[in-house]
């Protein structure tokens, strides 16, 4: 899972991101450079991989 270091929203790749047509199992490292955060809007590089 990855963090938005600016608004804290998680995006798990189980779930993908439906409203944004990212379908469940998509893995982070495969989301398109025009992909964000639906929170904030904060782009790909605002994400940290969450240690498990």
Do not use: Q, V
């Not at 964000?36 to 498990?52: L, N």
Request: glycine share 8%.
């Amino acid at each position: 899972m990855y963090k938005c270091r600016i608004c804290g929203y998680i995006y798990n790749p189980d779930e993908g991101d439906p409203a944004s047509g990212i379908p469940a199992g998509t893995p982070f490292e495969e989301l398109p450079e025009s992909w964000h955060c639906p929170i904030c809007y904060a782009t790909i590089e605002y994400f940290d991989e969450i240690p498990e």
